[in-house]
């Protein structure tokens, strides 16, 4: 069985661009999460999806920041405008249940100049 | 609220030597708890989980993690480490009806020839 799988794998753009980050979950899974990784902050739970739903995005940093699921095998993560500081490693997780183990995808890694 | 503490950002072992990693946990109810491996430019990837039944749990690549409620640890041991062995490994906790992971700072393993 396919794991999660993102795209791209790595971004470079510069500040103000928008960028969208795609995530496909394991088949079957009813359950998909954002995260993201720095140095600073370690790894963060942006938002939860619940069968398409969003459930919880208290970790989306600001209004900048939005995600989209609109169906079971495809969600994104769109940052618009960008800015440097939101340079870091994003990771797609799904889950067959809520509270099942979650499994990642291998990252985006988003640089932004 | 749930927290896992990683002792030491940075372990260095030679070839062949124990690996013991140390993750703390604190939760307020019965804890699910994880390691996670990540190697360079990688996703993270499960090697072992803890949800109530064995407190030995035996995970992939010959590592091995003991549950402790009285000490609140779950140690993540290899008796002898490889050369693949060098990554980031991160423990985790969330609980039985939370879909939440709380991840530790994580630590990175240097395996010496």
């Known amino acids: 069985d396919a794991g999660v799988i993102q795209s791209p794998r790595h971004e470079v753009t510069e500040m103000g661009q928008e960028v969208t980050l795609r995530c496909k979950p394991i088949?079957?899974?009813?359950?998909l999460f954002w995260y993201r990784q720095t140095m600073m902050r370690g790894l963060e739970l942006l938002i939860y999806?619940?069968?398409?739903?969003?459930?919880?995005d208290s970790g989306m940093p600001e209004d900048r920041f939005s995600a989209k699921m609109p169906n079971a095998s495809f969600s994104t993560l769109k940052i618009q405008p960008s800015e440097p500081r939101d340079s870091a490693v994003y990771f797609c997780a799904s889950s067959r249940t809520a509270v099942d183990t979650q499994y990642f995808g291998p990252g985006t890694r988003l640089t932004v100049l | 609220a749930q927290s896992v503490t990683q002792l030491g950002s940075h372990v260095s072992v030679s070839e062949g030597a124990l690996v013991l990693l140390r993750c703390n946990y604190s939760?307020?109810?019965?804890?699910?708890l994880f390691w996670y491996v990540q190697y360079p430019n990688q996703g993270l990837q499960l090697l072992l989980k803890y949800t109530s039944a064995a407190t030995l749990v035996k995970g992939i690549n010959g590592f091995e993690a003991e549950f402790k409620k009285s000490e609140t640890s779950f140690h993540l041991t290899k008796p002898s480490a490889h050369m693949s062995d060098a990554a980031e490994y991160f423990c985790?906790?969330?609980?039985?009806?939370?879909?939440?992971?709380?991840f530790g700072a994580g630590t990175t393993v240097t395996v010496r020839a």
């Open positions: 939760s307020s109810v019965p804890p699910y």
């Open positions: 088949s079957g899974h009813n359950s």
């Open positions: 985790a906790v969330t609980s039985s009806n939370d879909y939440k992971l709380s």
């Open positions: 999806f619940n069968n398409n739903v969003p459930i919880d």
